[in-house]
């Protein structure tokens, strides 16, 4: 009896469990019914998350700005577009500074060699060109960096005595030099600007030099041209003795002549170099391609 008992009882469900899982299954029913009869999906909820996200954070227009930037740079050469825009560009800064280096490096070198073995004036032709390309090329700041790294460089080689003398006057040379080509000006306002600074050059040259040395090297300067104007004076059959002020006179006439003949020389080898290397500098006057056969 009891066994029977027991069997219908395990096969017969029991009441109190259905209810519990009628309960558990209308619980999400009831639920999503709620949602559906409020009119709420989930795939109806997100674009409304979206549009009031929206409205209190707007879009920034940062991409779009930036497009306009970047669109040309694409379609066109991004130097020539940076160039027209002010802008600078990613290869303009490397190239500076490598010619820059690369010229300073070039006069130093110049120099150093016509110290130690002088070849007369051939080399001294050359001792503002570098320099001067450097300003046609890259602007004043450059230029000025290359005259100063080139007297770094050789008051590491040679001492700051010898390096100063080279950046006075020819470092500051190269600079107006260049500074007057690139701005296509005439021969004359060049050779004379550059013809006061090798003058101002000479005389502070003698300064230091007599400062180390200890003796005033003007006074030897003026014994030979009074040798000069007296070996003068007895072959044009003057009896008359020079004096100290017109022999000084005839001495900064002699140095300012010397200057100006070496800036004409210098303007002569730039012009026939510096056109090869395509950064030509202003045509000479008309004089000279008549003298020199040249067509520019």
């Not at 130097?79 to 280096?101: C, D, F, H, W």
């Not at 020079?242 to 730039?270: D, R």
């Amino acid at each position: 009896m009891t066994d029977s008992f027991d069997d219908t009882k395990a096969s017969r469900p029991d009441s109190s469990d259905e209810t519990k899982n009628e309960d558990s299954q209308s619980e999400p029913e009831s639920l999503s019914d709620e949602f559906e009869s409020s009119g709420v999906t989930d795939e109806a909820s997100q674009p409304d998350a979206e549009s009031e996200l929206d409205e209190w954070f707007p879009p920034s227009t940062s991409q779009t700005d930036y497009s306009a930037v970047t669109d040309p740079l694409k379609e066109t050469n991004s130097s020539r577009y940076a160039q027209q825009n002010g802008l600078p560009t990613k290869s303009r800064i490397p190239l500076e500074m490598v010619e820059t280096a690369f010229l300073a490096s070039t006069a130093s070198l110049i120099w150093l060699i016509n110290y130690y073995f002088p070849l007369g004036p051939i080399l001294r032709m050359f001792f503002p060109i570098p320099i001067a390309l450097t300003y046609i090329r890259w602007g004043h700041r450059a230029s000025w960096m290359s005259a100063l790294v080139s007297g770094l460089l050789l008051s590491v080689l040679m001492g700051p005595t010898r390096s100063i003398l080279f950046f006075i006057p020819y470092g500051v040379m190269g600079v107006q030099l260049g500074a007057v080509w690139k701005r296509q000006g005439s021969w004359l306002l060049s050779i004379f600007t550059g013809t006061l600074i090798g003058t101002i050059g000479f005389f502070f040259r003698f300064w230091l030099l007599s400062i180390l040395l200890g003796e005033d090297l003007w006074v030897y300067v003026t014994t030979q041209i009074t040798g000069l104007v007296e070996w003068g004076f007895l072959h044009l059959g003057l009896l008359a003795q020079p004096s100290l002020t017109l022999i000084q006179a005839l001495a900064v006439v002699a140095i300012v002549v010397n200057n100006a003949v070496y800036l004409f020389v210098v303007h002569l080898v730039a012009l026939l170099l510096l056109d090869r290397l395509g950064n030509p500098i202003p045509r000479p006057p008309q004089w000279v391609q008549v003298l020199l056969d040249y067509e520019g």
